[in-house]
């Protein structure tokens, strides 16, 4: 059974922009060295598919939601440690050798850290023991999102990202949130705060 270092579910904007940061750490650092990450995302069921973005900072005024959609995925993908499938999760139990993933399509996998990007529609994955709540910041009543400590830590090896964690229904809420949870990843793994930052050469 393959085993990825961090295994995200859900391919909208939360999910990728996490993918797209642990994927820009690969090589720089000796705890970065090595790394697998995999999105599995039921495709075609983000939100972003419906939306026409005027208000989404950096991305030109009028672009279609699943345009963006599209480049984000191939932004995470140009990464070679970011894998993507297009299938849905159902299951995820703890095992001694970390979480056992079982997906729609009969596939199995092993990871070691989960993320849940999942969106707030519903959550029915079986098998993890999370709690769901209301969600406290959606526009539109019987919405849902999982119960974290506020800085997007639901157990052991689990987060939550995007509107899955309560974030406002915005494309920059939930990237920025999936963001965080990458860096708080990386942290954990470097056991200092890390972010990823670049310059131009030669300044
Ligand atoms: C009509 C409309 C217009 C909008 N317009 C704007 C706008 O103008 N500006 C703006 O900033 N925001 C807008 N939004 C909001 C924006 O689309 C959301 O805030 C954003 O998509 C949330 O990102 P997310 O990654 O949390 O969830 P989502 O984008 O919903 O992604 C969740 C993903 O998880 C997948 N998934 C769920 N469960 C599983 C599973 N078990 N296994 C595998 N995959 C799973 C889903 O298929 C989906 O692909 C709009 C939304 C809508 C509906």
Known sequence: MEKFDV?????GPAGLSCAITLGSANDRFEWSKNRKYLIIDNEGGSD????????VPGVPKGTLGKEFLKQ?????????NVKFEDDRVVKIEETN???????EKGKEYLADNI??????????????????V???????PGKIMIKHDGMFRVKDGVWVAGNAAG???MVASASGSGVHVACD?????????????DVPKGK
Not at 48 to 55: D, E, F, G, Q, S
Not at 117 to 129: K, V
Not at 185 to 197: D, E, F, L, P, Y
């Open 97 to 103: 050798d970390g979480f056992k993933v079982q997906t």
């Open 72 to 80: 984000l995925k191939e932004q995470a993908l140009e990464y070679e």
């Open 48 to 55: 972003l598919m419906k939306a026409l973005l005027n208000n």
């Open 7 to 11: 295994l995200i579910v859900g391919g």
């Open 185 to 197: 990843i990386m942290s954990k793994w470097a056991g200092k705060n890390v972010v990823i930052h």
């Open 167 to 169: 974030c406002f229904t």
């Open 115 to 132: 993320v849940l990007a999942t969106g707030f529609h519903e959550f029915n994955i079986e098998g993890l023991d999370v709690e769901v």
């Open 134 to 140: 209301p969600n406290i910041t959606s526009p539109r």
